[in-house]
């Protein structure tokens, strides 16, 4: 659930562990994915202004959007200019990525924000990072949270293997909490992002609400459904622990008037228990009529109440119990008998079984005679 990415992200990680790390993931289907980023990024500054969580501040690396756009959102959601001018700071990557606008300044000379020309040495972003890191904490111990809005946008401009160096390098910095970022599945092999999904510990992933199997059609019935998958999708967490159990969770994601709600939905085994019911053409339930033929019917071998008396040793006699002899013919015994009638010679067939126990104190199996049903 979204709640428990929330907490794991702001407890941060523990001495010696490395920073937690979550990958938010979405495609064109269900293209919600920066919404929840942006939910993630308010809710965790609300909580270092309040000083809910292990970090002293947010670092946010922009690629997708302007320093301008993070700053407008903080005052929609409410912050005033004090708070996220103390709990943030902004590395802006998107206005001159490559340095081809050599003209353009920092805009504003905002303390808030640092300008990066070239995103492609990853090596000098990632000391960009630390720089600001470090503008929280100085020398002491204290922690920030590092927030990047595309990951899908290094990759034009760097390699992979370079991106996934960067990540684990902030994993296991000192100065680093947790981080999370965003990556757009569809514009990526399935391999990038399993090394994506690889280095993290939880992982997010978007899924459209309604499934559209004639998509490239445009047909009036799926444009209805696109515009659903554009307001709501299917919130799937997977959650890595500590002791290395992987938990499940599926919520659905709701915009309402760009704000973010989550609510439950179907626990996610119910939901496979429901699939794996086999789809039959026939009824697999019982009629009254039905019940009560299947109840009269005569099982083998199964007393029939014809009056005879049922005692068959239990196992749970010894030898000098009742005065029993293992030669005795005698019924409720050690001896279990079978009298068969000859109708011709009017003689008598005995059959005996001798059961011995190792000792007096082994345990009977049960307190029940599995075999009390048998007419033997």
């Given amino acids: 659930m979204a709640e428990a990415v929330l907490r794991s992200l702001r407890d941060g990680c523990l001495e010696g562990e490395h920073a937690p790390a979550l990958s938010i993931q979405d495609s064109l289907l269900s293209p919600l994915a920066s919404h929840a980023f942006r939910h993630f990024l308010t809710s965790l500054l609300s909580l270092v202004a309040n000083g809910k969580s292990q970090s002293r501040g947010i670092v946010l690396v922009a690629f997708d959007r302007s320093p301008s756009f993070y700053l407008d959102l903080f005052k929609s959601a409410g912050f005033d200019t004090s708070t996220f001018d103390k709990g943030t700071r902004i590395l ?29 040495d990853v090596d000098k972003l990632l000391c960009s990072i630390v720089d600001l890191a470090k503008e929280f904490s100085g020398e002491g111990k204290e922690r920030v949270v590092v927030a990047i809005d595309s990951v899908s946008h290094i990759l034009r401009h760097a390699p992979l293997s370079s991106v996934l160096r960067l990540l684990s390098n902030l ?38 609400i309604v499934q559209l199997p004639d998509y490239a059609n445009g047909n009036s019935g799926n444009i209805t459904s696109l515009e659903e998958n554009y307001s709501k999708a299917k919130f799937n967490v997977r959650l890595k622990r500590r002791n ?85 013919t005698k019924s409720g015994g050690l001896l279990g008998q079978n009298k068969l009638s000859n109708s011709n010679n009017n003689q008598l067939v005995r059959g005996e079984i001798h059961y011995i126990r190792d000792s007096d104190d082994e345990q009977a199996d049960s307190d029940e005679d599995p075999d009390d049903d048998l007419d033997i």
């Avoid at 802006?92 to 300008?115: E, F, H, M």
């Avoid at 970022?181 to 978007?206: Q, R």
Wanted: with cysteine; charged share 25%.
């Fill in 92 to 120: 802006d990557c998107y206005t001159d990525p490559v340095g081809w606008k050599d003209a353009v300044r920092q805009s504003g000379k905002n303390s808030l924000i640092t300008l990066v020309k070239n995103v492609k």
């Fill in 171 to 208: 994993r296991c910095h000192e100065k680093i909490s947790s981080l999370f970022w965003l990556i757009h599945t569809d514009l990526h092999e399935p391999k990038v992002v399993g090394s994506f999904e690889y280095i993290s510990t939880m992982v997010a992933s978007l899924e459209p």
């Fill in 244 to 328: 290395g159990r992987i938990k499940l969770f599926c919520e659905e994601l709701l915009i309402e008037q760009d704000s973010v709600k989550f609510s439950s939905v179907p626990s996610i085994s119910s939901v496979v228990t429901q699939n794996l019911i086999p789809k039959v053409q026939f009824n697999l339930q019982l009629s009254d009529k039905e019940r009560m033929d299947r109840a009269n019917v005569v099982l083998p071998f199964e007393h029939q109440g014809d009056g005879r008396n049922i005692d068959i040793y239990d196992g749970r006699r010894s030898l000098g119990d009742g005065g029993n002899d293992p030669s005795s």
